[in-house]
């Protein structure tokens, strides 16, 4: 059974334009809620997180919402560049347990 | 800058032979992982180690199992591979502080054939 789910495969954006990415949760012990970014042929880097205790983090062009009730969160990428066209991993994790991860969402910025 | 190194970046095995996927990080962080990545599955669990020996089962340890002997280096070991553990195979690290988002930093994968 999955924990986190994210359910867009892909998502096309025009470049300066929004990018909105989406995660949804069941397990309501997870504490912090990290995004990744992977770029083909390489691992995964880190790009933001958040605290279960926090409605929003932001981080240059790049901010994370957590919505506890509705057990989502979202990424959002302002504005798109054609460099920011990677694979986008939403992660979670139970205090004293490793992150587990989504399946992840394929993001195209077109210029 | 922080690293995490994955020895080899690609390998060709043939079915039935033991494969070693050998992993080093330089930060003195305490826990190892390690995660298999597959097209439309995401990035799956196989071993976790929390400390120098200790070991700890993911979501799909079946066909694997970790050696952990020194604090910096931590393999994973395929002892007969099959064709369906064809696959990136990416290992992280992260400290084990109390606080924080204990973030995990990667290694840049090592893609594996078994042919």
């Known amino acids: 059974d999955q924990q986190v789910k994210q359910n867009s495969p892909s998502l096309s954006v025009q470049e300066g334009r929004i990018s909105i990415l989406n995660c949804d949760y069941t397990?309501?012990?997870?504490?912090?809620f990290l995004w990744y970014k992977k770029y083909p042929a390489e691992g995964p880097t880190f790009l933001i997180s958040i605290s279960s205790i926090k409605d929003k983090n932001e981080d240059g062009r790049f901010t994370v919402f957590l919505n506890k009730s509705a057990k989502h969160l979202s990424l959002h990428i302002v504005p798109s560049q054609p460099g920011d066209s990677a694979v986008y991993f939403c992660a979670a994790r139970e205090a004293g347990t490793a992150l587990i991860f989504g399946k992840g969402t394929t993001l195209s910025v077109s210029s | 800058d922080v690293k995490v190194t994955q020895s080899s970046r690609y390998l060709v095995k043939r079915t039935g032979e033991k494969v070693f996927l050998e992993c080093v990080q330089d930060m003195d962080h305490e826990n190892m992982f390690w995660y298999r990545q597959d097209p439309g599955l995401g990035l799956r669990l196989i071993y976790f180690?929390?400390?120098?020996?200790?070991?700890e089962k993911g979501d799909i340890p079946e066909g694997y199992s970790v050696s952990r002997e020194k604090k910096e280096r931590f393999s994973l070991i395929l002892e007969s591979a099959s064709t369906n553990q064809t696959s990136m195979y990416l290992c992280?690290?992260?400290?084990?502080?109390?606080?924080?988002?204990?973030?995990?930093?990667f290694g840049a994968g090592s893609r594996l054939t078994v042919l």
């Open positions: 992280a690290s992260s400290y084990s502080g109390r606080t924080g988002a204990n973030v995990l930093t």
């Open positions: 180690s929390y400390d120098v020996k200790m070991k």
């Open positions: 397990n309501s012990m997870f504490d912090y």
